[in-house]
């Protein structure tokens, strides 16, 4: 329990957001199930079944995608907040791996009445989206219905988790919600087997008890004294506001969404952690600073690029393969601006550092320091993130380069026994965000993790 | 200067939030003018052109809807953050009330590179949703298009302030954008005649620096040790997630706005101010547990039911009739259940009671202090808070009667100088809410407010 909250400052925080601070795929899934040992109710309020933690417990591994990480230790309620699109089939699917098994999910998963749900219908919309959009102007989505889900809710046409305890409103909802959509995207739609296969989720949900009222609940359950830990889905630079648009997802990933999608006042937020490779990735296109792949690793830069092989390697150790989708992630160096500028709108208590094992080789580092427009020569101010595409696209970064400590980092958990050069990395992101980089991941595992002492 | 945060212990607050805890038209545009002269920065961070105050500002009346208040007081920098939607040909027309009187916008009026465009198609498909709804199905929304405007942003089809920068890339996107809705609501648009307006807009804009990058500035300014202040638009109930959906907003009216639509972190927020109406109102269909207004008064109470005349006397007494749409507002008894569930939301730090003199005339007073299930006879907890529709039309409420004061409140500023009944009303909300009452409507003007003495 080396790298559980108790060594920390953080020791007594009632409620921990745990963020990804980049464009997602920090590893934010470790420490959460890491942290979810030492709390008591494991929350979601973001998002839907795009998240994607694989979680090992008892030496089963399980893929998530929509459920709460917390759902593999006995002890810890989860709940799937108002803010989250929930589609049933994938959610019932998750819990089948479950089945078998040691872990028992029966009255400890509860879906809030608010939250909205995500039907096939939506994935269609997807592809009638995309397919609108023409050739080369994908948004490169995940196709999971996200984002007409959001859109259906904004435009309230949305149909709640609440709704289906009353079948026949729920039913009248159904019909008239997808005849509204296919007068805006015309597809086909077997209404009525959807219907029973509906009928059969309701009756599982509300048998279960699994509806609740999730405001009153996570409020009662922090007035009782509970711990309670919330897994942001996707990162900063994905937020619907805060991405670089339009290359986003659709819902809050900022800290913000702890209140609007699960119903806990700011006050109660006592510790907000960004989760921060100690490089960077991003998938899909988009504009991408301090990029080091080339066009043939996904990424944007000329064939051959100078980096590019060390992006190559950083993509080849990192493992820097989307899980579901086996595409490439682009890499590139730790980008400070975008991490002050993620770092203002979260107000982070705490980094954690992931996979500082991944730069064991490299024999000098280079960091990202500052923007340059590359128009008018000028250095923008800390915090300061061009909102539109192109804008970015005219950055130059500014480096420090700093040398690297080519010894093995792997499974380290001692601050103490990390190479100096690692210690100076760590201290320099430190004194370039002002705030602590408390846990650093030296591996995959759930030991390989140091907890920097605090001053 | 009586009334403002001066005499409070918010004094100090740097960044203090006004919300609405009802159903809308709490009085929330007072507050945030008589603060506003003790602020430097003056925000909004949700919706659109449909919030609606009305700001007296030497002897002249000025309609703002999209503005922020604060622009009538010379000393202030406001701010459109990009939790915003902005119709532009809207802010130039309010902003046109502004010519030839002594008050000067020009460099006090910045709006988020970040904020959403809406455009007139917007307000064609509210038109167009309605239609398709059928009679009898409408939601009531004020067709300015906020839905649609939000679904886009969703959808991620929208366009953003940023965008006018670069008006050929803006152009680009927006042929591409109206295209993408005319295949999903079959409209007509002129195209290039809206293009020239906003050529001219950008133009403006653009000339003015009137586009910043908000989360940057904002922040900034509060590093600056600047105080600033967040008018919420519309209120708690009609919160996209927590109000009464779908007779709700397509945004954020909650606190979490702050951060989702400004970029203002949870902890920088000190101070969240709650507006509650001495009694309620609702505005266009929808359950209302505590209503008094029969169906002739735009109810959905039975003609002539018990207590319609009382209802009929706040809605009289108080003006209860929209300021636009010239539609009478349904009002009924304070509904404790209802600001519990919106205080868990919001953690109040104090409330605003507006409108304390409405009721000076009645002989005895209802509180709505619990919420009972007419089916099950259950006592909700508090908090809880039905999530469907149908759900919150079958509550019974449970009433206390407390004797009313029958005397002119009108215009008092001293807590000692109020009846003692009245004194009693406001301390019996207190202790049912467990939030101080600081601030005592006794009339419209702005000098007609009681600052409750802090025990
Ligand atoms: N080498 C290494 N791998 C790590 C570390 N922390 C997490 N990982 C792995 O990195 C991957 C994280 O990616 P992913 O699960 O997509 O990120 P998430 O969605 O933010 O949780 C997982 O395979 C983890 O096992 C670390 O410190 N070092
Ligand atoms: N009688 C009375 N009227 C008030 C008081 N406070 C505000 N008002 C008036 O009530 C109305 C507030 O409604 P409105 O502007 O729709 O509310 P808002 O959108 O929440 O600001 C305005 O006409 C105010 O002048 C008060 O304490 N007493």
Chains 1, 2 share one sequence.
Request: hydrophobic content about 40%; glycine content about 12%; aromatic content about 8%.
């Amino acid at each position: 329990r080396l790298a559980s909250t108790a060594a920390t400052p953080f020791a007594s925080s009632r409620v921990t957001a745990v963020l990804g601070a980049q464009w997602g795929d920090e590893g934010k899934g470790k420490l959460a199930d890491v942290l979810a040992e030492d709390y008591d109710v494991v929350g979601r309020f973001n998002g839907g079944a795009n998240a994607g933690h694989t979680v090992i417990a008892d030496g089963v591994k399980y893929a998530f995608h929509l459920l709460p990480c917390g759902l593999v230790y006995p002890h810890t309620l989860n709940i799937l907040g108002n803010g989250t699109v929930i589609h049933l089939p994938s959610m019932f699917d998750e819990l089948a791996q479950l089945d078998g098994t040691s872990v028992s999910w029966e009255g400890r998963l509860k879906l809030s009445n608010r939250a909205h749900l995500l039907f096939d219908y939506h994935q269609i919309i997807d592809g009638v989206l995309e397919e609108r959009r023409g050739a080369g102007k994908s948004l490169g989505t995940t196709k999971k219905g996200i984002g007409p889900a959001y859109a259906s809710k904004a435009l309230r046409l949305g149909i709640r988790v609440g709704d289906l305890v009353d079948f026949d409103d729920f039913a009248a909802k159904f019909r008239s919600a997808v005849d509204s959509h296919q007068k805006m995207y015309g597809f086909d739609y077997g209404i009525d087997d959807e219907l029973e296969r509906y009928r059969a989720f309701a009756d599982i949900l509300t048998n279960g008890d699994m509806i609740v009222d999730s405001v009153a609940y996570v409020n009662q359950a922090y007035n009782d004294g509970k711990r309670i830990i919330l897994e942001g889905a996707n990162a900063a630079l994905l937020d619907l506001d805060y991405g670089t648009y339009p290359f986003v997802t659709s819902s809050p990933t900022t800290v913000g969404g702890v209140c609007t999608g699960l119903g806990l006042a700011p006050g109660k937020i006592e510790c907000t952690v960004g989760v921060v490779k100690a490089y960077t990735t991003r998938v899909g296109w988009g504009p991408f600073p301090t990029e080091l792949t080339d066009v043939n690793a996904g990424g944007e830069r000329a064939e051959g690029a100078p980096g590019a092989d060390i992006g190559a390697h950083l993509q080849s150790v990192g493992g820097e393969i989307g899980v579901t989708t086996g595409r490439k992630r682009r890499c590139g160096w730790l980008d400070i601006p975008l991490l002050q500028y993620s770092n203002m709108v979260n107000g982070y208590s705490a980094v954690n550092v992931t996979k500082l094992d991944v730069l064991d080789d490299l024999e000098t580092i280079k960091i990202g320091v500052a923007y340059r427009d590359s128009t008018t020569g000028e250095t923008l101010a800390p915090g300061h993130m061009p909102s539109t595409i192109a804008e970015l696209a005219r950055v130059e970064v500014v480096y420090e380069e700093v040398p690297g400590w080519q010894s093995s980092t792997q499974g380290i958990t001692e601050w103490a026994e990390l190479p100096p050069n690692a210690q100076a990395y760590i201290q320099r992101m430190e004194d370039l965000l002002e705030v602590p980089m408390t846990w650093i991941g030296t591996g995959p595992g759930r030991d390989e993790m140091v907890i920097k002492p605090h001053a």
